[in-house]
């Protein structure tokens, strides 16, 4: 279990907080006590941001990683910074525009697997567009039905929730696993679902919007055939 206080998987709006320094590794990233900083994970990037000081300095965050082991979210500042004392209280001030923008595309990404109900074999998150990699053993995608499908489904104003399972009720349910590259982390007694209204709930970790019309206009902008039974399908968001 992770060491840091992880604030983003309750509240995904939550933009600073209140922080000490617990540690900096080996490598110079910085280690928080708790943090609103999301760390790179399942297709989306890490947070970046400011750690303000007492003495009203900041230290720029350049990204935002797990240890090795997710034994605690690791701070990485960007080059030539001054780094804070361990001990030091710090403000966690996190780039609210590029958090919400991956919010916004994690979310659409949600709905649409929520259309086409295939295992995931990969992803990715950006700030304006993202992809998901499906298993699908026949092709046939139409980039204008799937547009409409998942405009339709921002529009229906579904409300996005958080709710948790243990490890053995995951694995009595198989089924919500879509992700066949990346399984949700087990091993500490519970697990996170996200739910988005009653057309998608799969374990996820990352951040979302709290209502789907917050997601905007979503466009399937291009779809590409990676193998014999994958398809790329990516999606833009404006």
Same mark, same amino acid.
């Given at each position: 279990? $992770?060491?840091?206080?992880?604030?983003?998987?309750?509240?995904?709006?939550?933009?600073?907080?209140? +922080? *000490?320094?617990? +540690?900096?590794?080996?490598?110079?990233?910085?280690?928080?006590?708790?943090?609103?900083?999301?760390?790179?994970?399942?297709?989306?990037? &890490?947070?970046?941001?400011?750690?303000?000081?007492?003495?009203?300095?900041?230290? +720029?965050? +350049?990204?935002?990683?797990?240890?090795?082991?997710?034994?605690?979210?690791?701070?990485?500042?960007?080059?030539?910074?001054?780094?804070?004392?361990?001990?030091?209280?710090? /403000?966690?001030?996190?780039?609210?525009?590029?958090?919400?923008?991956?919010?916004?595309?994690?979310?659409?990404?949600?709905?649409?697997?929520?259309?086409?109900? @295939?295992?995931?074999?990969?992803?990715?998150?950006?700030?304006?567009?993202?992809?998901?990699?499906? =298993?699908?053993? =026949?092709?046939?995608?139409?980039?204008?039905?799937?547009? @409409?499908?998942?405009?339709?489904?921002?529009? /229906? =104003?579904?409300?996005?929730?958080? $709710?948790?399972?243990?490890?053995?009720?995951?694995?009595?349910?198989?089924?919500?696993?879509?992700?066949?590259? #990346?399984?949700?982390?087990? &091993?500490?007694?519970?697990?996170?679902?996200?739910?988005?209204?009653?057309? =998608?709930?799969?374990?996820?970790?990352?951040?979302?919007?709290?209502?789907?019309?917050?997601?905007?206009?979503?466009? #399937?902008?291009?779809?590409? *055939?990676?193998?014999? *039974?994958?398809?790329?399908?990516?999606?833009?968001?404006?």
């Amino acid at each position: 279990m $992770s060491q840091t206080e992880e604030l983003f998987r309750e509240n995904s709006y939550a933009k600073s907080c209140e +922080a *000490k320094v617990t +540690a900096i590794n080996d490598l110079g990233g910085i280690i928080l006590d708790r943090t609103v900083f999301y760390p790179s994970g399942g297709g989306q990037p &890490g947070d970046a941001g400011t750690l303000k000081r007492g003495d009203g300095s900041h230290v +720029a965050i +350049a990204t935002t990683v797990y240890e090795k082991d997710r034994s605690a979210i690791v701070h990485v500042p960007a080059e030539d910074q001054e780094m804070p004392s361990v001990g030091e209280t710090v /403000q966690c001030i996190v780039d609210w525009n590029r958090r919400y923008a991956h919010m916004k595309v994690h979310t659409a990404l949600h709905l649409l697997c929520a259309i086409l109900p @295939y295992p995931v074999t990969g992803g990715s998150i950006g700030e304006s567009e993202g992809r998901l990699d499906f =298993d699908i053993p =026949d092709a046939g995608l139409d980039k204008e039905a799937l547009t @409409y499908e998942l405009n339709k489904l921002i529009g /229906q =104003d579904h409300e996005v929730s958080v $709710s948790w399972i243990t490890d053995e009720e995951l694995e009595a349910q198989p089924d919500l696993v879509r992700t066949m590259a #990346v399984k949700p982390p087990t &091993g500490t007694g519970k697990v996170r679902l996200i739910a988005v209204g009653d057309v =998608d709930l799969q374990p996820c970790g990352g951040t979302h919007v709290a209502r789907t019309t917050e997601i905007g206009t979503v466009d #399937v902008s291009k779809i590409e *055939k990676k193998g014999a *039974k994958n398809r790329r399908v990516r999606i833009a968001v404006t």
